[in-house]
């Protein structure tokens, strides 16, 4: 199908202001016709596909394939690619068929590459000692594992070593141009990896990357944009002068509108405009949007950063040495600073400046608020926020990764053994302090921060239901199950019981991880392909594990004894208290969101009305009727379907 030159073929390209050092070195497709071969100077070793299709460009313009304008060296180009306007040169590189290139300055490999893989990425710590090497298959609960199991050296090397072969296998002095891509109007690219479907419109420089696009789910980078050592997965969207720099981008992911990031991590979904990173690891759904918010030396996951958002990892002592982390769902209030080191428990929300270190990862759902100065707590009450519940519906909409290959396995659930067993922690330790302290105490001293009385009293409540809640749900999802035949109850397996842990985004117990994480240690699991299957597997397995743990749970938390028999009564409490319970948060919910057609909230509206008439009209013409608003036609569902199941199973428990 390919063959060399003819005599007269190579008269036709040099009358068509075509050259060659060497004509010997250059074969031709069968088939191609060379007048759409013009203006090429060619070195090295180059084949040619032909070319017989064109390129319908906005605006109706037409351009047939073929190279025009250009120089290339060690270059093979396939089947109906445009190859046009080429400033400098295109060096050692395969160009698969249908591609379209056109007003670039210079594409080339030098020497041996990567192209990204294997570079080290400094998360968390900024001067170090977290380091994560980054590739074409990272997960975030690889990386996680990298960056925060360092307390177990052996480990670690392992998959050093796991992620240096690999990098071995994609280290080659050639690079690819795969099918279907688009390069047009870009400046430099170097050392970079481009893959099927991928478009680059613009781009300033791209070096020692890899863009890992596919034909379903391509990537885009558009103008201005800097990048070096880099990997981006497919579906992501690098936008608008965006500059990366020893950066991991997931599947799925926006950058635009000036962002800049260095030495961080991004997995799937997060979504990043205006502001700036340095050393973060961006799990799952990680949100900023603003100029003047800066992420710095944090652990976030299904995070939305307000604006002027802040956080300082360095005391003026050692150095920028210092770390935190946002467990996932955690959110900030705009102009909210955090002095590192601190642990901010998972659906909180941050406001004020907190400069005395807080931890409160074991009190989820609460609100961090400063008041001159000194950090108040207030456990648990973002589980009648009308925020939480909207967060939680939103994720999985959210989700824009195609459908097939997809590398994170998130876990949406508000709910799981990983935040209630931490809420479970928080109300023994509010109970303590209220009875320690007394009952009658204005304040209570927890940890950094302070704790009014009212607020304890609310956050022991809330999380009481709120654990009523879960033990419900697993109970009659259980009974759906075995078609409430109660023999069929209890468990076979203990495998889910004892703690959880958030591998950024993959919820599973530490009882399945740790014999894991020794697999891979022992050399058990030898690929980095293996190590994600099984990661994969524990989130496959997760509705099973978990019930494991919520009979567990079950027994300790209404006190029942686990060899007695499990009776249709105990089931009927438990529904009861469940549905109670989810009225009960269900119904918080409707009266916060309530709040948002408050006359307050009108504030703004009927701009040149002389009466409230015209502001009611212009709020109800702009926002709509808060008995029709669909979240809140949602909750009043959920009241009714939920009641109707609890009295279902309380009829056939009877």
């Known amino acids: 199908m390919y063959r060399l030159l003819t005599n007269t073929e190579i008269s036709q390209l ?65 089947n109906d690619c445009c190859i046009e306007n080429i400033k400098n040169y295109i060096a050692n590189y395969d160009i698969e068929e249908d591609c379209f290139i056109e007003n670039c300055d210079i594409i080339l490999v030098d020497g041996e590459s ?58 080659s002095n050639r690079g690819t141009i795969a099918a279907h891509s688009t390069v047009v109007d870009t400046g430099y690219i170097k050392n970079v990896y481009i893959g099927p ?78 502001g700036e990173a340095c050393s973060i690891f961006a799990g799952p759904f990680t949100v900023t949007h603003h100029k003047s918010t800066l992420l710095i030396a944090g652990m976030f996951s299904f995070m939305n950063a307000g604006s002027g958002s802040n956080q300082s990892n360095h005391m003026y002592k050692l150095g920028p040495i210092h770390q935190g982390a946002m467990e996932r769902g955690a959110k900030t209030a705009s102009d909210s600073y955090i002095l590192w080191p601190a642990r901010i428990g998972a659906f909180s929300l941050v406001m004020g400046r907190h400069t005395t270190n807080p931890d409160t990862s074991d009190m989820p759902f609460s609100y961090l608020i400063e ?21 939680a519906q939103k994720w999985p909409k959210r989700d824009k990764r195609h459908r097939e290959g997809r590398l994170d396995n998130v876990n949406f659930n508000l709910l799981s053994p ?77 495998d889910g019981t004892g703690d959880w842990v958030d591998l950024c985004g993959l919820i599973a117990p530490k009882k399945l991880l740790v014999p894991l994480l020794d697999k891979i240690q022992n050399g058990e699991i030898a690929s980095l392909e293996d190590v994600n299957a099984e990661l994969s597997a524990l989130h496959q397995n997760y509705y099973d594990l978990e019930w494991q743990w919520a009979y567990r749970t079950m027994l300790d938390f209404y006190g029942m004894d686990e060899n007695s028999e499990i009776t249709s009564a105990m089931l009927s409490d438990i529904i009861s208290k469940w549905k109670e319970s989810v009225i009960g948060l269900d119904q918080m919910l409707w009266k916060d969101a309530r709040k948002e057609f408050s006359l307050s909230a009108r504030t703004g509206f009927g701009f040149d009305g002389q009466d409230s008439t015209v502001q009611t009209l212009d709020f109800s013409e702009v926002r709509g009727q808060f008995e029709s608003n669909p979240f809140v036609m949602a909750v009043e569902e959920h009241i009714r379907t939920k009641s109707a199941l609890a009295e279902k199973w309380l009829a056939i428990l009877h």
């Open 14 to 78: 040099e009358s068509q202001h075509c050259s060659a050092e060497d004509w010997s070195t250059i074969s031709i497709h069968s088939e191609l016709d060379l007048k759409y071969v013009r203006e090429v100077r060619f070195s090295g070793t180059c084949r040619l596909g032909k070319f017989e299709k064109s390129f319908l460009m906005p605006g109706g313009i037409r351009k047939h394939s073929g190279i025009f304008h250009a120089t290339l060296h060690n270059v093979g180009v396939g």
């Open 114 to 171: 990567s192209f990204g893989c294997g570079v080290e990425v400094s998360v968390l710590c900024e001067t170090g000692g977290r380091e994560v090497a980054i590739h074409d298959g990272l997960t975030a609960h690889e990386a996680y594992i990298t960056a925060m199991y360092r307390h177990r050296p052996m480990l670690i090397q392992r998959i050093k070593d796991m992620v240096a072969s690999h990098t071995t296998k994609r280290t």
């Open 197 to 274: 479907g991928a478009k680059i419109e613009g781009a300033g420089r791209l070096k020692n990357g890899s863009l890992m696009s596919r034909t379903d789910s391509p990537i885009h980078i558009g103008y201005g944009v800097i990048a070096d050592d880099f990997i981006v997965q497919d579906g992501s969207s690098i936008e608008d002068g965006t500059s990366l720099t020893r950066c991991f981008v997931g599947q799925a992911c926006t950058f635009k509108h000036g962002y800049s990031a260095s030495d961080s991590l991004f997995f799937c979904n997060c979504h990043e405009e205006n």
């Open 371 to 391: 008041k001159d100065g000194v950090t108040y707590l207030a456990p648990a009450v973002a589980l009648r926020s009308v925020g939480t519940i909207r967060d």
């Open 418 to 494: 990983y935040t209630i067993q931490k809420m479970q922690r928080g109300l023994k330790t509010l109970k303590q302090l209220k009875e320690i302290s007394g009952a009658t105490s204005d304040t209570y001293a927890y940890q950094s921060a302070r704790i009014t009385g009212s607020a304890m009293e609310k956050g022991i409540g809330l999380y009481t239901m709120a654990i009523n809640k879960f033990l419900g749900n697993s109970v009659i999802s259980r009974l759906e199950k075995v078609e409430g035949k109660l023999e069929l109850f209890r468990p076979t397996s203990e």
